[in-house]
Nanobody
Framework: QVQLVESGGGLVQTGGSLRLSCVISGRTLALYTTGWFRQAPGKEREFVAAIKWHYSTTRYADSIKGRFTISRDNAENTVYLQMTSLKPEDTAIYFC?????????????????????WGQGTQVTVSS
């Protein structure tokens, strides 16, 4: 497993931008995929974006496609989520996740249960 620490959340107005960061430590050589998920009050955790750790392959949820960008800096062991054109419905706790067991081999169908390591989350609130 790896340890993940998110930062960068906060309060922003509709149309604003935020960049979330996720610093990863531990068995980073075992990382296969990293991703971002979010959970709004009263709702289930949902997939946002994912990126393969050793390749540039990315995947996005339809709800944020074109507005959010996932990227990573392997030298800094950090994954980013650049969020633009934020909407009130983007309000949620955002979690960073890592797969060190290659459960996300089916990358385009991977879900939360395929990730074995999770951060504590960072709150994003978008005001209308």
């Amino acid at each position: 497993q790896v340890q993940l620490v998110e930062s960068g959340g906060g309060l922003v107005q509709t149309g604003g931008s935020l960049r979330l960061s996720c610093v990863i430590s531990g068995r980073t050589l075992a990382l296969y995929t990293t991703g971002w998920f979010r959970q709004a009050p009263g709702k289930e955790r949902e997939f946002v974006a994912a990126i393969k750790w050793h390749y540039s392959t990315t995947r996005y949820a339809d709800s944020i496609k074109g507005r959010f960008t996932i990227s990573r800096d392997n030298a800094e062991n950090t994954v980013y989520l650049q969020m633009t054109s934020l909407k009130p419905e983007d309000t949620a706790i955002y979690f960073c996740a890592g797969d060190t067991k290659r459960r996300t081999r089916n990358f385009y169908r991977a879900g939360s249960t395929d990730f074995d390591s999770w951060g504590q989350g960072t709150q994003v609130t978008v005001s209308s």
